[in-house]
């Protein structure tokens, strides 16, 4: 089955500073998808990316697959309070990187943002 | 825009007890999933359903059982509580394939404790 690897397993930062989050897995990533949890609450879904190379971007979060398609990671720049919580990778199993329901996850990165 | 609603939201169970957690979606989505939570252990996936009527296994599926008799409801069952199944529960939701992106939507989540 799929392992999904994430580093930091922990991460603080200052307010204002750039931070990465890195998801590796032990088989191809065909469908790569980043969550965001805030404590007490659900996951909510950030970007999917699938094709080698590729890097979707959304506010001040940028993703990116590698062309081998077993890494990805995901940036922030300049973090912001708001931007903590938890950040899980999740990966489908079928070549067409549809979830169809169900999604491997890291055990995902605990980022605090001091002001 | 009530997405993926799970009742109830905190639990508290003595072992051997029984008890559902419900999970209803009004997104009429085909796929629905239960996964848990556990610090330092991502998400683990339970059970899954690819549409009424059809249930299958997921990664940790024992001491827990699912139906799905509607598109909507997707309850989960535990059978006799042990203290191992202290964790916190997410049901999700996803369209079908054929289109670009089909990501999981959580609900918020149910946190079970058993003594």
């Known amino acids: ?115 | 825009n009530a997405g993926v609603t799970q009742t109830p939201k905190f639990q508290v169970l003595k072992t051997g007890q029984s008890m559902t957690l419900q999970c209803a979606q009004d997104m009429n989505h085909e796929y629905m999933s239960w996964y848990r939570q556990d610090p330092g252990m991502g998400l683990r996936l339970i059970h899954y359903s690819v549409g009424a009527g059809i249930t299958d296994q997921g990664e940790v599926p024992n001491g827990y059982n699912v139906s799905r008799s509607t598109t909507e409801d997707f309850p989960l069952r535990l059978l006799s509580a042990a203290p191992s199944q202290t964790s916190v529960y997410f049901c999700a939701s996803s369209r079908s394939p054929g289109r670009n992106n089909s990501p999981l939507h959580f609900g918020n989540g149910t946190r079970l404790t058993v003594t």
């Open chain 1, 1 to 115: 089955s799929q392992e999904l690897e994430q580093s930091p397993q922990s991460l603080i930062v200052q307010e204002g500073k750039n931070l990465t989050i890195n998801c590796t897995s032990s088989k191809t990533l065909y469908g790569l998808y980043w969550y965001k949890q805030k404590y007490g609450e659900g996951l909510i879904f950030l970007m999917m990316l699938q094709k080698g190379g590729e890097e979707k971007s959304h506010e001040k979060i940028t993703a990116k697959l590698d062309e081998k398609k077993q890494q990805s990671s995901l940036h922030i720049t300049a973090s912001q309070p708001s931007h903590a919580g938890i950040y899980l990778c999740g990966a489908a199993s079928n070549a067409g990187g549809t979830s169809y329901g169900k999604l491997t996850f890291g055990q995902g990165t605990i980022l605090t943002v001091h002001p």
